[in-house]
């Protein structure tokens, strides 16, 4: 079939570029080279020209050819004289990013600017799909995450590393672990194994999307751990409510109830206890104006209230 065409084809594309010229070429530019001659002097289709078929017509009567696929699913067969040597053909191997954008030499340029761009768009398409197919497999981990199952309040016993893992998915942690070159472990049977301190990162930001994804609906360690102790440190109610806009804790009001709950919690499990610094019958003066004296006695005598 085509075989006026595949013997100019053989001519000048396998002969003297493989075999005269050294050149290393994909089988899909092969097969490209061979579609456009027959076009070119035949006026026939033959897009439907398997590339397996040319292969082996090729094996056939070329046997100082040689064959080989790289490991890379995505990467197409590379095609050279056997005779290569291993130097040169490092230094022959095309593009590795596994395009087939490079024509053949029978092409025109405008003819190899309009398949380049149909090569570009076709590979944006694929990183396209990809992206947004793994997006959507977060999305439906994130989903099927309960969030935390402690009673409220949490306390300290459930703020904690330990406890900040057990609502981050698996597929989550180790998608961030890879983005940012923590580890190459393909794996999501478990966590993968990285530094300590690049652990504790990676849950901050893992639990910020998962905090994210429910619209706070899932409190996570961080949200509440962060959120209260910049409270107990700053007093601030901006502080507190800017990080919560930034999406990296709860809001003031949860952060207030929380507190709220942990200290009921504290007089429920014991009425009769003393905090520290107090000491049993001894007077405590409270004063709410400061331009009162003699606040001091314990009678409250002689005292010159001044609102």
């Known amino acids: 079939?085509?075989?006026?065409?595949?013997?100019?084809?053989?001519?000048?594309?396998?002969?003297?570029?493989?075999?005269v010229n050294n050149e290393v070429l994909r089988m899909g530019q092969l097969r490209k080279a061979f579609?456009?001659?027959v076009k070119a002097n035949k006026g026939v289709d033959?897009?439907?020209?398997?590339?397996?078929?040319?292969?082996?017509?090729?094996?056939?009567?070329?046997?100082?050819?040689?064959?080989?696929?790289?490991?890379?699913?995505?990467?197409c067969e590379l095609v050279f004289a056997e005779t290569l040597s291993k130097d040169a053909l490092v230094d022959m191997l095309p593009d590795p990013s596994g395009t087939e954008t490079t024509q053949s030499s029978e092409l025109s340029q405008t003819d190899?600017?309009?398949?380049?761009?149909?090569?570009?768009?076709?590979?944006?398409?694929?990183?396209?799909?990809?992206?947004?197919?793994?997006?959507?497999?977060?999305?439906?981990?994130?989903?099927?995450?309960?969030g935390m199952s402690c009673p409220w309040p949490p306390t300290s016993e459930n703020l904690?590393?330990?406890?900040?893992?057990?609502?981050?998915?698996?597929?989550?942690?180790?998608?961030?672990?890879?983005?940012?070159?923590?580890?190459?472990?393909?794996?999501?049977?478990?966590?993968?194994?990285?530094?300590?301190?690049?652990?504790?990162?990676?849950?901050?930001?893992?639990?910020?999307?998962v905090y994210l994804a429910s619209k706070g609906r899932k409190k996570t360690p961080k949200s509440l751990a962060l959120g209260l102790t910049v409270r107990h440190l700053t007093g601030s109610s901006r502080i507190v409510s800017l990080l919560n806009r930034l999406g990296h804790c709860a809001?003031?009001?949860?952060?207030l109830s929380l507190d709220t709950s942990l200290a009921?919690?504290?007089?429920?499990?014991?009425r009769d206890k003393i905090p520290k610094g107090f000491s049993k019958r001894t007077p405590t003066t409270l004063v709410w104006d400061n331009i009162d004296f003699g606040e001091e006695t314990l009678s409250g005598s002689e005292v010159l209230p001044h609102s």
């Open 1 to 19: 079939m085509f075989d006026a065409s595949y013997k100019l084809f053989c001519e000048r594309i396998i002969r003297q570029r493989l075999l």
């Open 35 to 37: 579609i456009d001659m």
């Open 46 to 75: 033959a897009s439907n020209y398997r590339q397996d078929l040319l292969k082996k017509r090729l094996a056939q009567d070329f046997p100082q050819l040689a064959f080989h696929m790289p490991t890379k699913r995505h990467v």
């Open 112 to 146: 190899s600017d309009n398949e380049t761009g149909r090569t570009k768009c076709q590979t944006t398409q694929e990183d396209t799909r990809t992206l947004y197919t793994a997006a959507l497999f977060l999305k439906r981990l994130l989903s099927d995450t309960p």
């Open 160 to 209: 904690n590393v330990t406890e900040s893992q057990t609502v981050v998915p698996i597929g989550l942690y180790n998608l961030v672990s890879w983005i940012i070159g923590a580890t190459e472990e393909p794996t999501l049977d478990h966590y993968v194994n990285i530094d300590d301190d690049v652990h504790l990162k990676v849950l901050s930001v893992c639990q910020d999307i």
């Open 251 to 255: 809001s003031w009001d949860t952060v």
């Open 264 to 270: 009921q919690l504290t007089l429920v499990e014991g």
